[in-house]
């Protein structure tokens, strides 16, 4: 191999996506596996919305507040984020700190608490710049007017880059009510500028399991409020619908997103990531259509990923606004039952809310989702795919990556995983089995840097798969961090 590539031994359980600098190219002989890349190509560095730090608290008897430190020292003319959401019966509620020379000032980010009457749950967010307290941890406190009952949640992030005249770009509330193990929206907000970063929180009156897709994980508290970040440095102005899973039982949620402005609207380039959705099928059928939101910009690409069970006759016909889509790659595996991840792509697709349809051959069951980004090369935007087929019960997997890269992966299999683990910088977004026919499937992703921590999948069994894809854009020029980088988990 060439210096700088690696390859990481396959483990007992775990499966393991680490990316550092350059792309890298498998050895087919030593890995004794299928093996791809695929590859975009990035450009200059980018100003940024970051998340330093973040955390979170919960208590679950009857209080008037709670309360939660920052882990490390905050910095002065950088923002506080804070979302409160409690069980309630109209409670007010306010946000205070004890930074020395006194607390900064909270204010609402939106129009003020929302409410899913059916949990009752609630929800607001609020920001402060930093004006005292800069060098310390200081304690943030949610205050409520009267006691509840039932709890209240507090989850903290301290913002950098963020515009000091205007830090909320827009703002949105919902209210869904989802279904059982489904991907829902926490709402649409409508971007003015570019390299904005989209906050989402929601409160759940069950419980929620992860984050949609290009969403990484910020806090989740006993009670399942569940924040995260996605979104940063978008390309242009665009519609952006952070979506969120439901666990195993039918849910009421109350949610707020926040789409933060950037200090410097000075155009750059990268790839940018737009709205994403997944959905688990458990009928078998031979059709499936869903509504996929392309968020703006130019130069984008659409990926529309399958995950199903049974190998077809032939190649399923897939859709974008009734544009067809072309495969960028295919592999099934057979232990008793074939399994199939079968990605396809669309170059400059139509911005907006559109429908994507897939016919397959025969009648199957499993997982479908579709990305979107924005300036991706139009000419070659994908280079080559990171495959591996293994009936181990686990399996480790090396792509390397420059910082501004983003890196996308899908597993599925007929046994899947009993746990999940992310490192920081890698997020599961997606876990799903179908309860009839027993197919799981998930998605995955992880900004691109010099290094990025591993995801690891705990498998009890064989039959399934994985693969790391690296998302890059137009030039290899300067390079940046990563397009969002929570720090601390």
């Known amino acids: 191999m060439e210096a700088g590539q690696s390859i990481l031994p396959f483990h007992l359980l775990p499966a393991v996506i680490l990316v550092s600098r350059l792309a890298v190219r498998f050895d087919k002989e030593k890995m004794k596996k299928l093996a791809l890349l695929l590859l975009l190509c990035a450009a200059s560095a980018r100003a940024q919305v970051a998340v330093v730090q973040h955390t979170s608290a919960r208590i679950g008897t009857a209080a008037t507040s709670v309360s939660v430190a920052f882990g490390s020292n905050i910095t002065t003319g950088n923002y506080v984020l804070v979302s409160c959401a409690w069980y309630s019966n109209g409670e007010t509620v306010t946000v205070t700190d004890n930074a020395s020379g006194g607390s900064n000032t909270y204010s609402d980010t939106g129009s003020g608490a929302v409410t899913n009457a059916t949990g009752p749950v609630w929800i607001q967010t609020f920001k402060a710049k930093i004006v005292n307290g800069g060098g310390t941890t200081p304690t943030v406190s949610c205050n409520l007017n009267n ?10 992030a301290e913002i950098s880059g963020a515009d000091a005249t205007t830090f909320v770009d827009s703002f949105t509330s919902a209210t869904p009510n989802p279904a059982a193990n489904t991907q829902f929206s926490a709402g649409t907000v409508a971007t003015s500028a570019a390299n904005t970063l989209i906050y989402a929180a929601c ?10 897709l290009e969403y990484a994980k910020l806090e989740a508290t006993i009670d399942d409020l569940w924040t995260a970040v996605g979104a940063a440095n978008t390309g242009a102005a665009g519609n952006y619908l952070p979506r969120f899973q439901s666990g195993s039982s039918a849910d009421n949620d109350a949610c707020n997103v926040v789409a933060i402005k950037a200090a410097s609207q000075t155009a750059s380039t990268g790839v940018y990531p737009g709205n994403g959705y997944a959905q688990g ?58 399994t199939c991840i079968d990605v ?19 009648s199957t069951d499993g997982h479908e989702a579709s990305e979107d980004f924005s300036n991706v090369n139009q000419t070659t935007p994908v280079t080559g795919i990171q495959t591996d087929l293994t009936s181990s019960s686990g399996s480790s997997v090396t792509v390397t990556s420059r910082a501004g890269d983003w890196v996308s992966s899908q597993w599925t299999g007929i046994s899947g995983p009993t746990s999940l683990c ?12 179908t309860p009839t026919f027993g197919v799981w499937g998930g998605f995955g992703h992880a900004t691109g840097a010099s290094t990025v921590p591993p995801i690891t999948r705990t498998v009890p069994s ?9 998302f890059d854009s137009i030039r290899a020029e300067r390079r940046n961090s990563s397009p969002f980088k929570p720090t601390r988990e």
């Open 203 to 212: 409160f759940p009156n069950h419980t929620i399991v992860s984050q949609g």
């Open 462 to 470: 064989a039959a399934w798969r994985r693969r790391g894809r690296v």
């Open 147 to 156: 006691s509840t009952s039932l709890g209240i949640n507090v989850a903290i």
């Open 344 to 362: 396809y792509q669309l170059t400059s697709p139509a911005s907006g809310a559109h429908t994507v349809s897939v016919t397959y051959t025969s």
């Open 281 to 338: 099928t458990d009928t078998s059928s031979t059709s499936r259509s869903w509504t996929h939101t392309v968020a703006g910009g130019s130069n984008g690409l659409l990926l529309v990923k399958l995950l199903y069970r049974n190998a077809q006759s032939g190649n399923p016909t897939v859709t974008y606004n009734s544009v067809s889509m072309s495969r960028v790659q295919f592999s099934c595996y057979n232990n008793g039952t074939s």
């Open 422 to 433: 992310a490192a920081s910088s890698t997020n599961s977004d997606y876990v799903f089995k």
